[in-house]
């Protein structure tokens, strides 16, 4: 099996389970299997995140390499007297994906249940209302229950998870479709980095964050405890080449590289990348031959954003992998642009140096 068919797999295997916010366990203890040959020490913090150390030849310098493991999903609010689910978002799900949508919910004992999203049938329902995009209270998520009680025999309960159920995969080229590629790509790339980066000069923490969806949660409490002097985040963004969206609007494409990040949230209120983070990513990457695009996105960020404000402050990155529909159960991502996001990170990881660490961080003025 060639390198790009195990990502593959790996991505699928890592994709199928759910792991909405909160409640990524099942995918902590993937994402752990796969990390552990490659890092000198593997732990779980308080908050769920999952921390590789892969030693440096120097113990004075620290790198903090982060992708999040949660997607969005969604929460039971309310089971309904005729077996009917009512539930709330977790994380940004919109309304639009989930209509007629399959789901898979998680029960807290373990147990998988199918169940799609229901909606008033479009013959009984008003002409205005066929005309807008219903709200979460007018959805239902029916498992072919016919009572509570039934619903309840099952082990289902309020605050229960579910997410979509969609299965990886293969489209033409090297394309692939699936859910929480957002951002399970990243993690994938993040554990391909652990395997490709050879002694590094300084010390490399890699993590699988948790939360991110909800508030960068996981990235906040993990920089904390690392305390590092530079981080890069590995995340998704818009691929926008697609019909009706004009060239000027296309932040990335697909197939066309890793995008290193310049810049993201409304008016630039995310990320602004340190400027020398971002220049060796370039340079990294012009040396090693490795394609890239360079992004600046008007709206969402990544786990880099909280890093960066961590304690006194830390120079932080993202690198990008170019995703279609992202945030809805057939987001399309092309493979070779996830092996080359890891390329890259671990190239950077490599060549990052006490002294150059020491000269980003900048001299004391007299």
């Known amino acids: 099996m060639s390198r790009k068919q195990e990502l593959i797999e790996m991505l699928k295997k890592l994709t199928e389970v759910p792991g909405p916010s909160g409640r990524e366990e099942s995918v902590r203890n993937i994402v752990a299997e796969y990390l552990k040959p490659y890092v000198d020490k593997l732990w779980v913090d308080s908050w769920g995140n999952l921390i590789g150390l892969k030693k440096g030849r120097s113990?004075?310098?620290?790198?903090m390499i982060a992708a999040h493991m949660d997607e969005i999903g969604l929460f039971v609010s309310h089971i309904e007297d005729d077996g009917f689910i009512r539930v709330v978002p977790i994380g940004g799900i919109i309304e639009r994906t989930l209509i007629y949508q399959r789901v898979v919910l998680r029960t807290r004992d373990g147990r998988l249940i199918r169940g799609v999203v229901g909606l008033k049938p479009p013959h009984v329902a008003k002409p205005e209302e066929l005309q807008k995009v219903p709200e979460f209270k007018e959805l239902f998520i029916d498992i072919g229950a016919s009572s509570r009680e039934e619903v309840e025999k099952l082990g289902v309960r309020v605050g229960d998870i579910m997410v979509f159920d969609r299965e990886l995969v293969e489209l033409s080229g090297d394309r692939v479709t699936g859910k929480a590629f957002d951002d399970r790509v990243g993690v994938v790339s993040l554990i391909e980095a652990s395997r490709i980066i050879e002694k590094p000069n300084v010390d490399v923490y890699l993590v699988a964050t948790v939360q991110e969806e909800v508030g960068l949660k996981g990235a906040r409490t993990s920089a904390f405890a690392i305390s590092p002097d530079v981080a890069i985040a590995i995340d998704v963004t818009i691929a926008?080449?697609?019909?009706?969206?004009?060239?000027?609007?296309?932040?990335?494409?697909?197939?066309?590289?890793?995008?290193?990040?310049?810049?993201?949230?409304?008016?630039?209120?995310?990320?602004?990348a340190h400027p020398r983070v971002v220049d060796l990513l370039i340079n990294i990457a012009e040396k090693h031959r490795i394609p890239y695009q360079l992004e600046i996105i008007s709206g969402g960020t990544t786990d880099a954003s909280i890093?960066?404000?961590?304690?006194?402050?830390?120079?932080?990155?993202?690198?990008?992998i170019p995703s279609r529909y992202i945030h809805s159960p057939v987001e399309v991502v092309d493979i070779n642009d996830v092996y080359n996001a890891a390329l890259l990170v671990a190239r950077f990881a490599e060549e990052v140096t006490v002294e150059w660490l020491r000269e980003l961080k900048g001299a004391t003025l007299k």
Do not use: F, H, M, Q
């Open 240 to 272: 926008s080449d697609v019909p009706g969206v004009a060239k000027s609007e296309w932040y990335t494409r697909l197939g066309k590289g890793p995008a290193i990040k310049i810049a993201d949230g409304r008016n630039a209120t995310g990320l602004i």
């Open 59 to 63: 113990s004075d310098g620290k790198i």
């Open 307 to 320: 890093i960066a404000l961590n304690k006194e402050g830390v120079p932080a990155g993202t690198v990008s």
